[in-house]
């Protein structure tokens, strides 16, 4: 849909003070600790876009909590495993012999959407350093958040994930499903007989950029939906719409841990 069609649609447009009051609504409050995945365009037409909805979420919870989200690099694995899209078997050497090594500061998000990368870049906002799967935090517990993910766990219980956990922090969803809930992941290391898989990422190691090959648990979201309908139908959650977007609030350790159950008795 055209911009234009957005705003034609739309009786006011949505503002950074619109935006704040509406999440407000929603149960958003100061010094709540929050990690969140979103659609910039479901929202419908923003005054300043991005830079608004990421300045309207630290409005409301203020320096006191902390806002984290994902602001993974997909891309910095091994070609073997791409699908979207796939690159040609040839170019499998070339591209993990010169892939550029992650850099936090620098290192672009992939298919995160608008608000994750413009929040990655905004003043007092740090970035984990695992390869692949890092997060940003902004706020009170930004640091220890971001602090020593290991890289053969990723989502694990000591990633930004499990401190979230340990937190006892919400899940934002703007505009999205639990398709995109990042926090199941977390739930995903309670499998019976989790699939082990190798990967690969290009990284620093000692200052110098090198092709790391290790271990980790082979992560997979196609069930996350489901298990979200299963969830929302037995708990309570927040709901309300911001702008044109349906938006949710869970609680992010009472989801991981019925999704834990799910795991293990499916």
């Known amino acids: 849909m055209s911009e234009l069609k957005v705003m034609e649609e739309m009786k006011s447009p949505n503002t950074r003070g619109s935006l704040r009051r509406e999440f ?7 010094g709540m600790v929050v990690i969140i995945h979103s659609s910039l365009s479901s929202l ?13 979420l630290m409005d409301v919870v203020g320096e ?13 694995s091994d070609p073997s495993g791409w699908q979207n899209p796939p690159v040609p078997e040839e170019w499998w050497a070339t591209i993990r012999n010169e892939m550029p090594a992650f850099d936090p500061d620098i290192t672009p998000t992939r298919g995160m959407g608008k608000v994750v990368e413009t929040f990655r870049t905004f003043p007092n906002v740090k970035r984990s350093s695992h390869p692949m799967y890092s997060f940003s935090a902004w706020g009170k517990h930004a640091e ?20 979230i956990y340990d937190l006892n ?4 969803l703007i505009g ?15 499998k019976p007989h989790p699939t082990i898989v190798e990967k690969g ?19 997979d979201a196609d069930v996350f939906e489901a298990i979200g309908s299963v969830y929302e139908k037995n708990h309570s959650f927040s709901q309300y719409t911001v702008g044109k977007s349906s938006c949710k609030l869970v609680n992010q350790r009472e989801i991981v841990d019925f999704a834990r159950r799910w795991f293990q008795e499916n």
């Open 24 to 30: 407000e609504l929603l149960g958003l409050k100061k």
């Open 44 to 56: 419908g037409w923003v005054c300043g876009g991005a830079v608004a909805v990421v300045q309207a």
């Open 64 to 76: 006191e909590g902390t806002i984290v989200m994902p602001t993974q690099t997909g891309d910095n």
């Open 144 to 163: 220890y958040i971001i602090s020593e993910q290991p890289l053969d766990a990723g989502f694990g219980q000591q990633s930004p994930l499990g401190k």
């Open 169 to 172: 922090g919400k899940v934002l």
């Open 176 to 190: 999205v499903g639990h398709d995109s809930n990042t926090s199941l992941h977390l739930a995903e290391h309670a």
């Open 201 to 219: 990422t290009a990284m620093l190691v000692n200052g110098e950029r090198k092709w790391v090959n290790y271990k980790e648990i082979e992560y």
